[in-house]
């Protein structure tokens, strides 16, 4: 058995595994991190995307064009054209899908309309000439919108396809993204939760390609407050996050079974906390920057004990050794990791 309290293997074990730390540090804090859905540099920068082609053809209001032809309606005649994006297929799916407000108010159904920076604008708008009611608007660059309208802003509910192929749908608040709604990345990275001021913000859940997953509380577009993170290889962290960092208290769970049940700092082991391992072993104490510091007891699967100081990881100060069968305890003074 021997009691010597060199940790041959213990920090090694101790200390997360090479792959899972890059899971850690890197897909979450750096990669993963850098892909949360915000909704603010997207909204306010459609306006000035580069053109979309396409060859659908666009309903516009009628006007002289050698290449285009007359498309009859009940009310009004538009021309068709072979450059634009507003199809019967975009107005069919906009009055099936959105039905109208209940509300006393004049609302009108206009031609297509051009509007600010090129946009154009097909729908409902009230007797003072603004955006009211169901809608839909196409930005030179192919961003399209399809929902409500008041006062000329995106509101209650819409949906909202960008350039790139990313889509947002669900609710709005004067053109921003609030309340609950749903983001899809074209690439299969998806957010399904709380919005405000077109940022995460309460309850929510985000996927990704590689089948990593996160659910749970957002503060200001950042993953905060109580939380679950899922790894592809079966990992699971499930406690407190602050500023999309691991931090605070929780416990990690490893795949090959080993945990760890305590406090967190800056996505690293730090404070008190107790890791275990699958063949019995255990410690109890302090860690800072994810190695054993100040105050500990190891316990090894065979029953004996070390209790006393650590520093980087190794027994270092004062400590004993405890022998459960014959109950004796002997103390020594370490330094790295042997005794003196």
């Known amino acids: 058995m021997g009691c010597t309290c060199e940790n ?4 090694d074990d101790i200390e997360i595994k090479k792959q899972s730390k890059e899971i850690l540090t890197y897909k979450l804090d750096q990669k993963l991190l850098k892909k949360l859905v915000t909704l603010q540099g997207h909204i306010h920068g459609y306006l000035y995307r580069k053109k979309f082609n ?4 666009l309903l516009i209001e009628n006007q002289t064009n050698q290449n285009s032809y007359i498309f009859e309606t009940d009310d009004n005649k538009y021309i068709m054209i072979d450059e634009g994006q507003i199809t019967e297929s975009d107005i069919n799916y906009l009055f ?6 209940k509300e006393n108010k004049d609302i009108k159904i206009k031609p297509i309309t051009q509007i600010e920076n090129g946009a154009l604008y097909y729908g409902e708008w009230d007797s003072e000439g603004n955006k009211h009611g169901r809608g839909i608007q196409l930005w030179p660059d192919g961003s399209k919108f399809y929902g409500y309208w008041i006062n000329n802003k995106a509101n209650i509910k819409g949906k909202l396809i960008h ?4 889509i947002y749908e669900g609710e709005w ?11 899809s990345h074209i690439d299969g990275a998806k957010y399904e939760g709380y919005w405000k001021d077109d940022k995460q913000e309460g309850k929510g859940k985000e996927i990704w390609p590689d089948g990593n997953s996160y659910e749970g509380e957002y503060v200001g577009g950042n993953k905060q407050g ?3 993170f899922i790894w592809s290889d079966g990992s699971v962290y499930e406690g407190d996050f602050m500023n999309n960092n691991i931090e605070g208290k929780g416990i990690y769970r490893w795949a090959d079974n080993r945990v760890y049940n305590g406090e967190w700092k800056n996505n690293q082991m730090d404070g008190y906390g107790e890791f275990t391992w699958p063949d019995g072993r255990n410690y109890k104490g302090g860690y800072k920057n994810d190695k054993k510091e100040g105050y500990g007891v190891f316990k090894w699967s065979q029953g004996q004990e070390y209790r006393g100081n650590w520093k980087n990881g190794k027994q270092h100060g004062e400590g004993e ?3 459960p069968q014959t109950k ?3 103390k020594y003074i370490w330094e790295n990791g042997k005794r003196k």
Do not use: H, M, Q, W
């Open 328 to 330: 004796e305890c002997k």
């Open 54 to 57: 396409s060859n659908e053809r």
């Open 226 to 228: 109580k939380g679950k």
């Open 163 to 166: 350039k790139d192929g990313d």
């Open 8 to 11: 041959n293997k213990g920090e």
């Open 96 to 101: 099936n899908n959105y039905p109208p407000l």
């Open 173 to 183: 608040v004067d053109d921003k993204a609030e309340g609950y709604g749903i983001y």
């Open 321 to 323: 050794i405890f022998n």
